[in-house]
């Protein structure tokens, strides 16, 4: 079946810093590739998405590259704030017959500290 | 545009004791999801809707958890009874209909439940 595999947390760095959070998945065919944020006492929020290999999705200085080869979603930033503390999910969408499925990580904190 | 809402926002109830979620999806929104996250894992899907009918059920334990949705818009989840393993956050979500899979799913701010 469908699985999405992400890097352990919790995540602590300085602000400023260089953040990857690793994302890697397993899935038939050619999955939609996801990002969600969960900022705290908020529900999931999409920070970006990819459809394709190759696609590069970004958002508030967030990118992740679809890597079809090595199946992996990983999610980068050049330089965190504050504010980019949260919990980050990675997630797939595959379509099954006549519905999909989006399936999801088990999530990364983050905290960034000033 | 209005979110997923989503009530009660909390609930703490006694083990073996029943209880109802409500979710109201986006307007237009033909998809609609109840995810359960237990703390510190991601989002699990219990069922998900297309219109009223249902679509994927193969993880909602059905022996105590029951889900509708009437006329295809607002939809609730029923526990019945609980245990104290479903202390959880029971998120909903909906979304357009995608035939390429690649639409974004709107989510509610969950209802928190503690069983006791």
């Known amino acids: 079946g469908n699985s999405v595999t992400q890097m352990e947390g919790p995540v602590t760095l300085s602000e400023e810093a260089f953040l990857t959070i690793n994302c890697t998945y397993t899935a038939t065919g050619y999955p939609s590739l996801f990002w969600y944020v969960q900022y705290p006492g908020e529900g999931l929020q999409l920070l970006l998405k990819?459809?394709?290999?190759?696609d590069k999705g970004s958002n508030k200085g967030f990118e992740a590259t679809y890597r079809k080869e090595t199946t992996s979603f990983h999610l980068e930033k050049g330089s965190v704030q504050v504010s980019d503390s949260a919990v980050y999910f990675c997630a797939l969408c595959r379509q099954g017959g006549s519905n999909y499925k989006l399936t999801f990580g088990k999530g990364t904190l983050l905290t960034v500290n000033p | 545009e209005a979110g997923v809402a989503q009530s009660p926002r909390y609930k703490i109830i006694e083990k073996r004791q029943s209880v109802a979620f409500w979710c109201n999806p986006i307007s237009g929104h033909a998809t609609l999801y109840w995810y359960q996250q237990i703390l510190g894992q991601g989002p699990k899907l219990l069922i998900q809707?297309?219109?009223?009918?249902?679509?994927?059920d193969s993880q909602l334990p059905k022996d105590r958890f029951s889900a509708e949705r009437l006329k295809g818009v607002d939809s609730t989840l029923k526990i019945q009874p609980a245990k104290l393993e479903d202390s959880a956050v029971y998120l909903c979500a909906s979304s357009f209909w995608d035939r390429e899979a690649n639409t974004e799913a709107f989510f509610g701010q969950g209802t928190r439940l503690t069983v006791v």
């Open positions: 990819a459809t394709k290999a190759d």
């Open positions: 809707f297309q219109n009223n009918g249902v679509v994927d």
